[in-house]
Antibody, heavy 122, light 107 residues
């Protein structure tokens, strides 16, 4: 079945880096744009980043631009989020999600992972 | 960036009630509006996309309406499993943005 499984979260000191991974299965990964969305404790959803189906275009929230990098390896059916210079406000559950649209079209996120938790603390 | 304003932030309702949630965009979004349901401790689930299209497997009591900058999610007859938090999201322009959420709880 269609599945997204995130990994790579943990407790990290401020200023350090972390790479989150999302392993996908059950669908043709190369057809779909992908997103990362995060949710701080007790807060709402925050869109973080997206990437085209072929990885040629990436998009970021202003709050993370310059520190976060979204990427994908279509040969490994995997999505990544590199997070640098971690801050306390990056503490959140990070979800990867597939867009309902294919190729260059984005309509909303129809498949979500279970999330991986990042805690930034000294 | 496009701002998405949801209202109310919370609503108390009973099983069988009609519940309406509003979402306003700060500029036009070509009806690229999605609605999600999130249960506590779980990832979101897509309910509606392109403002009015019901996602596969979603009960027909969930209805999306609106156009331009004003959109509505209506639950026509609230069921016990519908007590949750609901979010709108604009998918027209990057950066995508979510509304602040509406919690539907038991009256």
């Amino acid at each position: 079945q269609v599945q997204l499984v995130e990994s790579g979260g943990g407790v990290v000191q401020p200023g350090r880096s972390l790479r989150l991974s999302c392993a996908v299965s059950g669908f043709t990964f190369t057809k779909y744009g992908m997103h990362w969305v995060r949710q701080a404790p007790g807060k709402g959803l925050e869109w973080v980043a997206a990437i085209w189906h072929d990885g040629s275009q990436t998009f970021y929230a202003e709050s993370v631009e310059g520190r976060f990098t979204i990427s994908r390896d279509n040969s490994k059916n995997s999505l990544y989020l590199q997070i640098n210079s971690l801050r306390a406000e990056d503490t959140a559950v990070y979800y990867c999600a597939r867009d309902l649209g294919t190729l260059f079209y984005f309509y909303g996120m129809d498949v979500w992972g279970q999330g991986t938790t990042v805690i930034v603390s000294s | 960036d496009i701002q998405m304003t949801q209202s109310p932030s919370s609503v108390s309702a009973s099983v069988g009630d009609r519940v309406t949630i509003s979402c306003r965009a700060s500029q036009g979004i070509n009806n690229r509006l999605a609605w999600y349901q999130q249960m506590p401790g779980k990832g979101p689930k897509l309910l509606i996309y392109t403002a009015t299209s019901l996602h596969s497997g979603v009960p027909s009591r969930f209805r999306g309406s609106g156009s331009g900058t004003n959109f509505t999610l209506t639950i026509t007859s609230l069921q016990p499993e519908d007590f949750a938090t609901y979010y709108c999201q604009q998918a027209n322009t990057f950066p995508n943005t979510f509304g602040g959420g509406t919690r539907v709880d038991v009256k």
